[in-house]
């Protein structure tokens, strides 16, 4: 009767940076650094969609702020809300409406345009 204990042997593949030692840890830091860095584009060179995105990511950053301000400079009573914002981005306007959307008023918007 054979009593060893069975031996499992498992094929290890390394990766070219672990097989050369390539992995090192400064290296990586650089790899992540150079990853967090984004460019970002000039208005012009933006599609028209990329625009109005970057028009609204502008106006959410400026709604959290307010939103921290009230909190800090405001009663809660006081009921602080802010409406709307207006921007001029390169001699393009945009007024961006903030609060929850009125669904019905979508749909019966979309009816009447059918």
Do not use: W
């Not at 790899?31 to 106006?59: H, M």
């Amino acid at each position: 009767m054979n009593l060893k204990p069975k031996t499992i042997k498992k094929k290890i593949r390394y990766s070219g940076p672990h097989l050369f030692g390539l992995h090192l840890e400064i290296l990586q830091q650089s790899r992540d650094a150079c990853r967090r860095v984004t460019v970002l584009k000039p208005f012009d060179n933006l599609t028209p969609t990329g625009q109005n995105n970057r028009a609204k990511q502008i106006t959410k950053s400026v709604c959290n702020i307010f939103n921290q301000i009230a909190i800090e400079k405001c009663h809660p009573e006081d009921n602080s809300k802010l409406k709307s914002i207006e921007l001029d981005i390169k001699n393009k306007s945009y007024q961006i409406s903030i609060g929850k959307e009125n669904i019905e008023e979508i749909i019966h918007k979309a009816r009447a345009t059918v």
